[in-house]
């Protein structure tokens, strides 16, 4: 990995600046694969793609903002934001509207990994607010129907919101021939079979 000159964004509502990380060159050895399809790649470090102002709190998309990097110097500032800033932001920005499908897809599995970090991933396990669990679903559905066209994920999405038989019924009629897919399979119908929705390490 290796770092570029800060990337500085400008907040569309106060106007002020803050930097962020950029990258001259990344790579994923040593990557971990999760089977919401999330990577978490130490030396390719993820910059959020939705940021939060600190300095007036209000959310927006970094794709939006024009390019600009300081002249010299480093950052290691990427933005990053929790699973209750996250809903925050999800919720500002589609009461402002999305400017096309990307736009939304990017946000909604944004959330639906940050509910997968704050519950399961990060280690600490905490008791699953309603409120939490009937968003992630509503999302998960969204996503299934919207963007997920290969039936694995599809099952897995399934699983992961709760919709046990769905993903079983999908599964019946998968054949697989690749072993590491097969090991995927074999892990999804092992937690289906206990009931268990916690998203899990791949590799």
């Known amino acids: 990995m290796l770092p570029g000159n800060p990337q500085i964004l400008t907040c569309p509502f106060c106007g002020k600046e803050k930097e962020i990380m950029s990258l001259a060159s990344g790579n994923t050895f040593g990557a971990e694969l999760w089977s919401d399809n999330k990577q978490i790649a130490p030396m390719l470090p993820e910059i959020s793609y939705v940021q939060k102002c600190p300095h007036c709190g209000k959310y927006y998309i970094k794709g939006r903002q024009a390019v600009k990097y300081a002249k010299d110097g480093y950052c290691f500032e990427r933005g990053l934001l929790t699973f209750p800033?996250?809903?925050?932001?999800?919720?500002?920005?589609?009461?402002?509207?999305?400017?096309?499908?990307?736009?939304?897809?990017?946000?909604?599995?944004?959330?639906?990994?940050?509910?997968?970090?704050?519950?399961?991933?990060?280690?600490?396990?905490?008791?699953?607010?309603?409120?939490?669990?009937?968003?992630?679903?509503?999302?998960?559905?969204?996503?299934?129907?919207?963007?997920?066209?290969?039936?694995?994920?599809?099952?897995?999405?399934?699983?992961?919101?709760?919709?046990?038989?769905?993903?079983?019924?999908i599964l019946a009629s998968v054949v697989v021939e690749d072993d590491f897919l097969k090991q995927i399979v074999s892990s999804i119908r092992e937690r289906l079979e206990i009931n268990n929705s916690e998203v899990f390490k791949i590799q």
């Open 85 to 169: 800033e996250i809903k925050e932001a999800f919720a500002q920005l589609a009461e402002e509207g999305f400017i096309d499908e990307k736009e939304e897809i990017n946000v909604r599995m944004m959330l639906h990994h940050a509910y997968n970090d704050y519950y399961y991933r990060n280690g600490d396990k905490k008791d699953i607010l309603e409120d939490d669990k009937k968003l992630f679903r509503e999302n998960g559905l969204w996503l299934i129907n919207n963007l997920i066209t290969d039936n694995v994920m599809k099952a897995e999405f399934y699983r992961e919101i709760g919709d046990m038989e769905s993903a079983k019924n």
